[in-house]
């Protein structure tokens, strides 16, 4: 087995480092400082700068699949057409800044809508929304976790969508809807049950709600471990009697299984391929902050306890990122029904590996690990939601469990 990347693999991960080295890390405080002073819940005017020289340089729309993969209605799309293996050297190296994504135009949860977009939007729905959105010109939210229900299984959501003539009529309570807080922010793609006595997968459905249709209200943005992701955000959006075209219905009644398999596979492997980068950075700030402390006469790096920390940090780097490849590599292959196992433990081992590294970083720097004056405690917050974002540890390993023991079931020749 060949291992070595190729020549276009490697090209996109250097021009994107390259990218990040020369303008994304030396403007991290002045992320920090834009979004500390005046609205912070407006756009910051050092992310627009750098998405125009981003776009500029070619670094535009990375994770759009190849045309050829999804009907387009001849729509002329703005992006590379990397393969998931491709774009995913090039996800990790933007994951070691937490806004980074964005610059890119590459930011959940776009990423995930525009490819709902472009594989099940009709002609006029693209046109209206994923022209706009490949151009970075809007932002986006996704409405489907509900905090009544356990949304883990997906079947527990209760919001109606309703038939009323030439229009649905939408009533419900999301959450951790992201995007929300950002006035860039336009259209959602809602997922609610049309039909509550159809089979139990086929209840649900998903459809376009633009946030400014009447009795669309965004009550309150929610904090991660303290952080509230000015100026994105996570809204608990209330709707109430929201009345919007049929024609926004994507797919058709009865779909919103079938859209979400489809949307959340890469989006699950998108967020991993950021933790390997973000875990990576830790490490180097670990390594860092060791080999300049020092503590009871000696340099910090000099204690045994963090050479066994580096090694299992390195191995363990090294293995996710294997995995991740091989969950790209499979879904670039046979699709992303077929790589179900692959993504489901891609999706278990990358948030905790990273939180794992996160963490000891966090110990070897005491304070300021837990302080704004390095990025680890937001990397933690992040690394920690990662495990219940697009389904939890428990649902994935349900997933992987059940597929072991249906092959193990099938080699006995057990009925």
């Not at 300049?292 to 940090?313: L, M, N, Q």
Request: charged share 25%.
């Amino acid at each position: 087995m060949d291992f070595t990347p190729t020549p276009k693999q490697t090209r996109w991960r250097d021009r994107v480092a390259a990218f990040m080295a020369e303008h994304v890390h030396p403007a991290e405080h002045r992320f920090h400082e834009e979004v500390a002073s005046g609205d912070r819940w407006q756009p910051l005017p050092l992310v627009e700068e750098l998405k125009a020289k981003a776009r500029a340089a070619g670094l535009w729309n990375l994770f759009m699949p190849p045309s050829h993969l999804a009907p387009v209605h001849d729509f002329a799309f703005d992006g590379p057409g990397l393969t998931n293996v491709e774009y995913a050297l090039a996800a990790e190296e933007t994951g070691r800044v937490v806004w980074a994504p964005e610059v890119f135009n590459c930011s959940a949860p776009d990423t995930g809508n525009m490819e709902v977009l472009l594989r099940f939007g009709d002609a006029a729905q693209q046109e209206q929304w994923l022209r706009p959105l490949m151009g970075g010109t809007i932002r986006s939210a996704f409405l489907m976790t509900e905090p009544a229900v356990a949304s883990s299984d997906a079947t527990n959501i209760e919001t109606r969508i309703a038939r009323d003539g030439d229009h649905y009529v939408i009533n419900g309570r999301k959450w951790w809807s992201s995007a929300t807080g950002d006035p860039r922010c336009k259209v959602a793609i809602l997922m609610g049950k049309t039909d509550p006595a159809a089979e139990v997968h086929r209840q649900q459905s998903m459809i376009l709600v633009p946030l400014d249709t009447p009795g669309v209200t965004v009550k309150r943005m929610l904090t991660v471990f303290g952080y509230d992701d000015a100026p994105h955000g996570h809204g608990e959006v209330v709707l109430k009697d929201v009345r919007v075209p049929a024609a926004n219905l994507l797919l058709g009644e009865g779909r919103g299984f079938e859209i979400a398999q489809g949307r959340l596979g890469p989006g699950r492997i998108h967020h991993c391929m950021r933790a390997i980068g973000m875990a990576e950075r830790a490490l180097e700030l670990l390594i860092d902050r060791i080999s300049s402390r020092v503590a009871f006469g000696k340099p910090i790096a000099h204690y045994s306890v963090w050479d066994e920390r580096i090694a299992t940090a390195r191995i363990d780097i090294d293995m996710t990122r294997l995995l991740c490849l091989k969950a790209a590599d499979a879904m670039d292959r046979s699709g992303n029904q077929a790589a179900r196992a692959e993504i489901a433990m891609i999706k278990v081992a990358a948030p905790r590996m990273a939180g794992r590294i996160i963490d000891w970083a966090i110990q070897a720097h005491g304070g300021a690990g837990v302080s704004q004056d390095t990025p680890l405690a937001e990397f933690y917050a992040i690394a920690r939601a990662l495990r219940i974002a697009d389904g939890p540890d428990e649902v994935h390993e349900r997933t992987i469990a059940r597929i072991e023991m249906k092959k193990r079931r099938a080699a006995r020749a057990e009925p």
